[in-house]
């Protein structure tokens, strides 16, 4: 419905030489060059840097505040087919995928999990994601559904490399904290669960992901930059962020009542055009059935638990500053599980 009236725009050859000049003419005139200058879109931004990285810049010069591997797929995608876009369609595959395994962990029934896929394949927010190219959301998204869903597996093994290369995927892909953040459901789980010896286990195999990490950034170290100062560009990207702790829990007033409170100009109240009514339906659902796991109403198992705390904490994190709709794509779909879940429990109780 969406991609295949814009295929030509994923498969024509059409990024050149020509078209990166022109890409970094707009970047080098825009808001991240020339301070009170036009504004480009996130969009043509890794557009850019796609181009740049496969010219070999280090990407710690061009957008630097995002990890760039999520990038170097785009840059992979004008490498193989001249087109930075193509790449966005197995992603976004394997987002349908990774959704309905862990829906199928959670719902224990195949054909119920589909269900979450067929609501997330009609929404705006995730269509988007095909119409406004190319974006590091869907690249990142299938990575961290695929941690929940390999933790899951791997929670009573104890042995979490899977699930620790898809957290360094994550984490490399857009932004660290994502990342940090699935480790500490995953803590979470194990202590209260009791499993301390598997919290160290989990520890131990966090290194694939810091290995994953700074691999992505092999182009740094190869420019000559030590470790050291890599920890230190790390640490320039947490204090640009920390700029944004702006209208805190502001993105519940969307998800709720479709009120986005913008950063900028007059700081007004927006609309979310791509706002849907599922949004209220399913977060409101996926909080009652929280509520009922936790008054022990609702019989709880570890894919159901580590769902909930997924929701809880990456919740808690996107409440602290300025967010937009893109924020809400690592939570909605598991939302629509849990939703869903909660919806069949009480249908099968009357």
């Known amino acids: 419905m969406v991609v295949v009236p814009r295929m030509h725009r994923y498969t024509v050859p059409y990024y050149t030489e ?13 808001q ?40 170097y797929f785009f840059s992979l995608s004008i490498l193989l087919f001249k087109n930075d876009t193509f790449i966005i369609l197995p992603f976004g595959l394997l987002t349908l995928v990774a959704l309905w ?30 119409i406004y190219v190319p974006l590091l959301d869907i690249v990142q998204i299938p990575f961290i559904l695929l941690s929940l869903y390999f933790f899951i597996r791997e929670e009573k093994s104890g042995r979490f490399w899977v699930t620790s290369a898809m957290v360094g995927l994550v984490m490399a892909t857009k932004t660290i904290y ?32 810091v290995i994953i990490f700074c691999l992505s950034y092999l182009r740094t170290f190869l420019s000559g930059y030590s470790f050291y100062q890599f920890i230190g560009f790390q640490k320039w990207i947490l204090q640009y962020d920390e700029s944004k702790l702006l209208y ?36 409101g659902a996926t909080f009652l059935t929280g509520i009922l796991v936790v008054l ?48 069949s429990r009480l249908i099968c109780s009357k």
């Open 248 to 283: 805190p829990f502001s993105i519940w007033r969307l998800v709720f009542v479709n009120q986005w409170q913008a950063w900028w100009g007059d700081f007004s109240i927006l609309r979310a055009d791509d706002w849907r009514i599922t949004w209220p339906i399913f977060t």
């Open 178 to 209: 994502t990342g940090l953040l699935l480790y500490s459901v995953f803590g979470v789980y194990l202590a209260i669960t009791r499993q301390y010896k598997k919290i160290l286990y989990l520890l131990f195999s966090s290194a694939i992901s």
């Open 101 to 130: 395994l862990l829906g199928n962990q959670v719902l224990r029934d195949r054909w119920l999990a589909l269900i979450p896929v067929i609501i997330l394949s009609f929404e705006p927010l995730f269509l988007n994601q095909f």
């Open 32 to 71: 991240y060059r020339v301070k009170n200058s036009g504004v480009i879109p996130d969009e043509t931004v890794y557009s850019y840097a796609a181009g740049a990285y496969l010219h070999g810049i280090d990407p710690i010069l061009v957008n630097s505040e995002r990890a760039p591997l999520g990038k």
């Open 296 to 343: 022990r109403k609702l019989k709880t198992f570890p894919a159901l638990s580590i769902a909930l705390l997924w929701i809880v904490i990456y919740g808690v994190f996107i409440s602290l500053g300025i967010s937009s709709s893109r924020f809400l794509l690592p939570l909605l779909p598991v939302c629509y599980i849990i939703g869903i879940f909660g919806i």
């Open 18 to 30: 020509e078209t990166y000049k022109d890409l970094e003419d707009a970047f080098n005139h825009s």
